[in-house]
């Protein structure tokens, strides 16, 4: 009896690979990552916005609004929406986010309700790489809506995604502290280590670091969680094993603060620099306050604009690359005061 | 020294194990017995020791709570508030430990009036305590607490004393009173020991259980003061996770998760145990995946000493009889 049950098992798994296999319709992300084009180079290349001369209904399925940067995504959507109205075009947009990051399913019924509506055009912030796949699977195969990824797309890759590089992130990070520091000891606070965006982000970080200016060593590799606290305790610790530590690196803000708390109690703020990413108002407000040295801002509120441009792009017909990352770079005391549109060279969506 | 084994054999155990990881991470690196670095151990060990005495009692009555760490985060965010607006520190504390109570009592009385299994009660104010901290805050964290409140909750009072340690002490020592001297304290256990016993012999089950969740909480709010002076902002995210932490310092304590038995010396030490393990590994340098391992090892060993432990004590007796 054991043993039928096993050979089902296993026949059963070995379908599952065929069937894997043989559903060639969705690909692996990494695939296009080769071919990803960013934003500014390719402006343009695109070439103006045919005028639709319709009404639009866009939908934005966001993943928590707790959470400062989808609200931030949030906010730039509707900016953008706004700003197409006030030009004189019917194109509307509705921004929903489901109950928390753990909501998987009530994001899952957000989207369908869009679907279901058909809305002319979506961007989409999967929870998961799995979540919302029912939702994909009607908008794209049963009613030919086009989908744009907004920062986090599904795995395997359906549709085009609109994105911050996690790499260049780290990559940024580095490059800062070599025009700071020069040389000397640096120490990396990651997020869970299940987040790509902490994994890459961290990766970034050590090999730009390695090919570019071995003179920096990352003497430490913690993880903080995402979480503040956990992120002051691992660094008060390592401030003391590596009393020279010239920089930490945080995979996000939040505990870029944290870290910022250990090096004040430290006495380090002018010896020890803490880079952050993500770009929060409170890291903003910390930039210029003096403490924070910088952090690496990906702008959220353009970033779903960029978004926004690619699917209506989409929607007029036009070819968009799969992957199109989105600008990010480090903001420090140097230039705290610009505007982040003026920094990425943001003009607005515009029609022809 | 029988005898001492018999009554604190627990919290001989914890000792013990203290004192073998002190000896391996000092082998691996020296710098782990210096002065800042037994500092850091005892620093750290207060957010989870704070919250591990409250569930201590909790879980001894035959309870479980699973909201503290959403509750971390609403205290935190509502005296950062008061903080910032310029609020006396004292009256911070006050009010902070007044919201801890009512959490507390809230869920106490979804257990004993409303009767729900502990486990679902809490996993529902978990969620409610958490958009409760970020109703008030819009989810934006609450910066700029001023010096006074942190140096109140958090300064250096002494040379390598801070008023924390002084706070997760002084609550340690109030509950451990509370918990073995008092009526009160004998009745947490007889619940937790035997529920329907102790309401035979005439304990008010209702009333002891909803008062050990509210005094319980009390840890927890305190823990939340503490950490608004560490970091010198509320943030409606933090605590996340925090509850199953608490927890293990309980456990690696020597309470019982059946309830009944359980000691605040040994959650303390195992509060300490825990974050010298964590300290511990950051210094000697482990590979971050690793850590996770070396954590979870250190809860299941440190269960299986109680295990053997018992069938050690109650051998010889057995034969006695």
């Not at chain 1, 109205?85 to 869009?114: N, R, V, W």
């Not at chain 1, 209506?312 to 070819?319: E, F, L, M, S």
């Not at chain 2, 520190?89 to 869920?107: E, H, K, Q, R, T």
């Not at chain 2, 590994?281 to 440190?302: E, M, N, P, R």
Request: glycine letters at 12%; hydrophobic letters at 45%.
């Amino acid at each position: 009896m054991r043993k039928l049950v096993l050979t089902a098992m296993t026949a059963l798994l070995g379908l599952s690979l065929v069937g894997a296999a043989l559903s060639g319709e969705w690909k692996q992300a990494s695939e296009y990552a080769k071919d990803a084009v960013k934003y500014n180079d390719l402006k343009a290349k695109l070439g103006p916005i045919p005028n639709p001369g319709k009404k639009f209904q866009l939908g934005f399925v966001c993943k928590a609004f707790e959470n400062e940067f989808w609200r931030n995504n949030r906010d730039g959507a509707n900016a953008g929406a706004k700003a197409l109205q006030d030009a004189g075009f019917d194109i509307k947009m509705d921004a929903k986010a489901a109950q928390g990051e753990g909501d998987e399913t009530g994001q899952l019924s957000i989207m369908m309700t869009m679907v279901n509506r058909n809305y002319d055009g979506l961007l989409v912030s999967p929870i998961s790489e799995g979540n919302l796949q029912p939702g994909i699977e009607r908008a794209l195969l049963e009613k030919n809506i086009p989908i744009v990824y907004v920062n986090d797309a599904p795995s395997p890759l359906s549709s085009n995604i609109a994105g911050a590089y996690h790499w260049e992130a780290g990559e940024l990070a580095a490059e800062w502290f070599s025009k700071k520091i020069g040389s000397g000891e640096v120490a990396i606070i990651t997020g869970t280590p299940r987040a790509a965006a902490a994994r890459e982000r961290t990766e970034g970080f050590k090999q730009w670091l390695e090919k570019n200016n071995p003179a920096i060593t990352v003497v430490d590799t913690q993880n903080g969680d995402w979480d503040r606290m956990k992120a002051k305790d691992a660094t008060d610790v390592i401030l003391k094993k590596f009393p020279n530590l010239k920089g930490v690196y945080a995979n996000n803000d939040t505990m870029a603060m944290g870290c910022i708390e250990a090096v004040k109690s430290a006495n380090k703020l002018n010896s020890c620099f803490v880079i952050g990413t993500d770009g929060t108002s409170e890291a903003h407000a910390s930039i210029k306050a003096g403490e924070l040295a910088g952090t690496v801002d990906n702008f959220p509120f353009y970033m779903s604009q960029i978004g926004m441009e690619l699917l209506i792009r989409k929607i007029a017909g036009q070819d968009v690359p799969m992957m199109v990352y989105t600008p990010q770079l480090v903001v420090d005391a140097q230039n705290i005061n610009t505007d982040g549109a003026e920094l990425i060279g943001w003009t607005g969506i515009r029609f022809e | 020294m029988n005898k001492l084994f018999s009554t604190h054999g627990r919290e001989l155990s914890a000792l013990i194990a203290i004192i073998l990881m002190f000896v391996i991470f000092t082998g691996i690196d020296s710098i782990y017995m210096s002065p800042d670095n037994i500092r850091d151990i005892i620093e750290q060990a207060t957010i989870y020791g704070l919250m591990g005495i409250g569930i201590t009692g909790i879980i001894i009555a035959g309870g479980i709570d699973l909201g503290v760490g959403s509750a971390l985060a609403f205290t935190a965010v509502v005296v950062a508030r008061q903080a910032v607006n310029g609020v006396h520190p004292v009256y911070c504390m006050l009010l902070g430990i007044v919201i801890g109570a009512a959490l507390g009592m809230v869920n106490g009385l979804l257990v004993t009036k409303f009767k729900l299994q502990p486990f679902i009660a809490t996993m529902g104010t978990m969620s409610i305590y958490r958009g409760m901290a970020y109703l008030y805050t819009e989810a934006i964290p609450v910066i700029g607490v001023p010096r006074e409140y942190r140096f109140f909750v958090d300064g250096e009072i002494l040379p390598y004393v801070r008023s924390s340690i002084l706070i997760f002490v002084i609550f340690a020592v109030i509950v451990h009173i509370i918990l073995r001297y008092t009526c009160f304290g004998n009745h947490v256990y007889a619940v937790g020991g035997n529920e329907e016993a102790a309401r035979l012999s005439g304990v008010r089950v209702g009333y002891v259980r909803t008062m050990v969740y509210s005094l319980g909480m009390v840890g927890t709010a305190l823990a939340a003061m503490v950490q608004l002076g560490k970091l010198g902002a509320g943030d409606p995210t933090t605590g996340q996770g925090y509850e199953l932490n608490a927890i293990a310092a309980a456990a690696i304590g020597g309470t019982s998760m059946a309830g009944g038995r359980g000691t605040i010396l040994g959650t303390v030490l195992g509060a300490i145990l825990f974050s010298g393990l964590k300290v511990g590994l950051i210094v000697a340098g482990v590979d971050i995946f690793w850590q996770y391992v070396a954590t979870g090892l250190v809860i299941i060993v440190s269960a299986y000493v109680e295990v053997l432990q018992n069938t050690l004590s109650s051998g010889p007796a057995a034969k006695r009889a």
